[in-house]
């Protein structure tokens, strides 16, 4: 077998076992985390992230042979063909302070398009799953697709102070849904999109490791997933985005730029 004939379900197991036990890595840390700022005094990173980078690109490097794109040490000089792309924990804030709601994010993507997703929910012991055109699981059970036509009146919100700050709209139509929520995990904010549990994620600025896994799980689930102008989400690139139930999609792309003021 050539590492090119691994099918898509081979690599999502190959995915799942290396999150799985990156989890185990994440819930077992030294008394002392090495935690060091990055851009900001709240931009952070530990030694776990830094492990968990390292042992998951040792796994994929052996079994597969792939390119990786990891947030803390692997760089990438092209996106074609079959690349990684490993957020090795997202929400690093929540692992230092909260103790919940992080993640390990992990996707293979086939010339820039995820192709085979793992998120792991690493405190509620949950792994959400897809692979491109096979619907979305946590764990072995599918998830429902999300309602079509349900309305933002009807549904929470997930979006952070800074997006209400800079979107002056945004803050009216919070007003009238259900509420506002924010978990600190941009994966696992767009997972409780797919998972119906929000009606939408608003985010002005999300890195490909943030969003490659969750963009599929939400697509395969039924969510519409763009950058917030409404442009499609091309995953390589820095930027904003708005993962959604289709009318809840809509009607906040129309309420938060088409329409005149
Ligand atoms: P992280 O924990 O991997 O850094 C919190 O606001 C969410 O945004 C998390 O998903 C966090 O991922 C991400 N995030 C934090 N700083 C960011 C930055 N400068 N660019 C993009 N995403 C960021
Ligand atoms: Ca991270």
Redesign the pocket.
Known sequence: MTRESLTHEELRDIAIAAVEDACETAKNPPSDLGISCK?NR???VTAI?KKIEEDIAQVLAQQTGYALLG?ERHSLSSFAGRVWVL?P???????VETHRD?AISLALCEDGVPVVAVIADVMKGAIYSAIKGQGAFCGEEPLALVDAERTYQDAVIIT?IKEINALPRLQQILLESRGHRRY????L?IVEVAASRAGAFV?L???P??IAAATLICQEAGGTVTRLDGTPMDIRY?GSVLAAWPTVHRTVHNRLIVEPV
């Open positions: 851009t709240n931009d952070l992230d947030e957020d924990i997202d929400g690093t804030m929540n692992y992080f952070d600190g995990s941009a994966a904010e985010h600025w999300v890195s490791w943030d820095k």
